[in-house]
């Protein structure tokens, strides 16, 4: 295995199901894999996308703090949301959490999650700098 790629686990069931890390970090980049508003199997803000993309945004942001990163060093977002309605709620979490950092990002409609109740997946990409692995 390359030693300039360093993988974090958690707990996530889907990760050991379809065998994905949460973030991977390679060279300067840390890529956090989709991230859904869920605490061990409790989903939180049920029914509310600003909620859930609050909760996925800092579980996704915890998985940063492995690489002593935070929010700074977001350089890319990604949201996912179920349903157009959201959109305003959804971007007015990403403006409270990232609004002084300004990372690209992209939000995107998609038809449905593996959990139905999910209305928020998120995807983070941090830059590392002149970090070393």
């Not at 803000?45 to 600003?50: M, R, S, V, W």
């Not at 179920?82 to 995107?108: I, Q, S, W």
């Not at 109740?117 to 002149?130: I, N, P, S, Y």
Request: glycine letters at 8%.
């Amino acid at each position: 295995m390359n030693e300039a790629v360093r993988r974090v686990q958690t707990d996530d069931p889907w990760a050991e199901t379809i065998g994905s890390a949460r973030a991977v970090a390679a060279g300067d980049r840390v890529l956090v894999a989709g991230t859904m508003p869920f605490t061990g199997t409790v989903l939180q803000g049920e029914g509310d996308p600003y909620e859930q993309a609050l909760a996925a945004f800092g579980n996704a942001l915890e998985a940063l703090k492995a690489f002593d990163l935070g929010a700074d060093s977001v350089i890319r977002t990604r949201m996912y949301l179920t349903h157009l309605r959201d959109v305003e709620a959804v971007g007015r979490a990403h403006k409270e959490l990232f609004g002084d950092v300004r990372p690209a990002a992209t939000m995107l409609v998609v038809s449905r999650f593996a959990d139905s109740r999910v209305l928020v997946e998120v995807e983070l990409e941090a830059f590392r700098g002149a970090q070393t692995p």
